[in-house]
């Protein structure tokens, strides 16, 4: 067995301690030692075992002595021993219990993270635990604290957003799985499925690092959506850039903003610019209805509704009539979606009235309509006389409604936006004065009431 070599430290702390002399500052630094470092832990036990002995055969040796012998003794160097005694023998105790609880649970990590937000059907695997169900309900009065190695599932028509302990925040996908441990100890795995993130600043030497089936991506601060596919992984950078390490032979790729770059096991990698549109976006329809926008003009004539506004239109769709209003398709993209876009609406319902909101996206590799997301939300009802109100939702609450696609990919860049609702009276329907898109961080003009 190797022997073991004391440092310094610990010697004059271990010394200190057996003579009761440590200081104020020693101490702390006693107990850090013993907190953090688990070979001196084990040098302490040795320790205070030592001690133990030393302070048992003084007393039987004493016990030899004569009278006259134990007079001449050094008592002075044994009262600290006695003192210490026990002292030691509990910290013994403890830390032998502590010994077997690191041994049965395993070491002690700090705590990833948290989960501040879900919706639809998320759960948790814990150990061998059975599942443990999140409902939106919970974390609205507490955020759910994450343990090490905790594994999160969502199905279809979920999400959930994890808030690590740096203020990083993942957004987790429908049918996604994703395992979170502490940045120091191994990062996060996506298993399946995909994620967008918001990656706070990291140290150059310690990077944020994702672990796809097929690449490690390295993260530093940035903006950035991953997908894991059994054959094949794909990284998209909405923002700044991040390191692509392929497992098969260590190949790596840079990818910058406006980028994606798709992984496999074997073909060369090959980074893709894809088109983006400007992150901000207004339409106001004040002046009129603008051309290939599917309305009509407010009647500025008409008692309260002296704003000038677009109004819905009864459409027959799907066997039954409806009201809607929808923006013709624009192939470059009305705006940029990112996490903490927001979309305003100023709008009135005749009551009783409702609609909801959808938007039609392309992927960042198929530039057709293949996604459409929608917000339902009691903001947007109607039962008492209709007045302009003005609303902000975050992009991150529109929820995926279909994907005509073969396969999950990445990307979401609308095309289109439509408003679809119902009117008990089909003349009344609702009206839109004004839609704007910001980002969270940047200024919301709000049109006065």
Known sequence: MKAFTQPEEWSILLNAMAEDALSGEQELRLMELLKADAEFRTEYVRFCQLLTQLHWQSDVESEDFSSAEREVSL?????????????????????????????????????????????????????????????????????????PGDRLQTGRGGAAT????????????QESEVIVHPPSTGGILVTSGSISAKVAPQSP??????????AEVQVLGTEFELLSLPEQSAVA?????????????????????????????????????????????????????PVGWQGRQL??????????????????????????IQSPLDPSGLFFWHEDSLLHLRFKVQPPGWFHIYLRARTYEDPRPALTYCYVDLNLWQTQPGEWRTV??????????????????????PLQIFFRGESENNDNGFMIDRIWVTRGDSPSPVPSQ
Not at 205 to 214: E, G
Not at 243 to 265: A, C, I
Not at 309 to 314: C, L, N, R, T, Y
């Open 205 to 214: 030497r310690n990077p944020l690092t994702f672990f796809l089936p097929h």
């Open 299 to 324: 009647d500025h004539s008409l008692p309260n509704d002296s704003r000038g506004g677009i109004k819905s239109v009864s459409v027959h769709e799907n066997l039954q009539v409806i009201q809607k």
């Open 162 to 173: 994890v808030q690590l302990l740096d203020q990083t925040r993942i957004q987790i996908r």
């Open 392 to 413: 902000s939702i975050p992009l991150s609450e529109f929820r995926a409604q279909t994907n005509r696609q073969n396969k999950p990919t990445l990307g979401r860049i």
């Open 75 to 147: 008592v002075q160097e044994v009262r600290p021993l006695r003192r210490w005694w026990t002292v030691s023998l509990a910290l013994v105790l403890l830390l032998a219990v502590s010994i077997g609880w690191f041994t049965w649970k395993g070491p002690v990590e700090e705590a990833p993270g948290k989960l501040v937000r879900v919706s639809g059907r998320v759960e948790i695997l814990r150990n061998k635990q059975a599942p443990l169900w999140i409902s939106p309900d919970e974390l609205i009065r507490q955020p759910q604290p994450l343990q």
């Open 237 to 289: 950078v909405l923002e700044g850039k991040v390191q692509v390490t392929r497992n098969t032979d260590g190949s790596k790729k840079l990818v910058s903003t406006g980028q994606f770059l798709p992984v496999t096991e074997s073909e060369p990698l090959s980074v893709v610019d894809w088109p983006r549109p400007a992150d901000e976006w207004s339409v106001d329809f004040e002046r009129g209805v």
